[in-house]
C-alpha cells in the first residue's frame, strides 16, 4: 500500500490549494478514504472522509463549507480541495485509510502554510 500525497505549498490568507493523494497497491475503489492533519505542536485532527464510491463525505466543523473532498476511482486519487485557508490551517496534510483488518496507511504528508 502506498499513499502520495501532493499539491501543498504558501498560500495567502482567503486563497485556495488543492491537495491530491495517489494510492497504490490496494483496491482504493473499495476503500474509505480520510484526511488528516498536524499542526505545529498540536495532535492530529481529522479532518474529513470520503466513502468508497465518492457519494459521501464527513467533514470537521472546523472546515466545513471551507473545504471539499472528491475522488477520482479511475485515477486511484483522492483530493482535498481548501478554500477560504485561514492561518490555522497550517499543518501537513495527510491522506489515510484502513484495511479491513483495522491496519491503517499513511502518506508522508504535504506541507500547508497560510501566511501573508
Known amino acids: 500500500v502506498q499513499l502520495v500525497e501532493s499539491g501543498g505549498g504558501l498560500v495567502q490568507p482567503g486563497g485556495s490549494l488543492r491537495l491530491s493523494c495517489a494510492a497504490s497497491g490496494f483496491s482504493f475503489s473499495t476503500y474509505y478514504m480520510t484526511w488528516v492533519r498536524r499542526a505545529p505542536g498540536k495532535g492530529l485532527e481529522w479532518v474529513g472522509d470520503i466513502d468508497s464510491g465518492g457519494g459521501r463525505t464527513n467533514y470537521a466543523d472546523s472546515v466545513k463549507g471551507r473545504f471539499t473532498i472528491s475522488r477520482d476511482n479511475a485515477k486511484n486519487t483522492v483530493y482535498l480541495q481548501m478554500s477560504s485557508l485561514k492561518p490555522e490551517d497550517t499543518a501537513v496534510y495527510y491522506c489515510?485509510?484502513?484495511?479491513?483488518?483495522?491496519?491503517?496507511?499513511w502518506g508522508q504528508g504535504t506541507q500547508v502554510t497560510v501566511s501573508s
Open positions: 489515510n485509510t484502513r484495511d479491513v483488518l483495522g491496519t491503517e496507511y
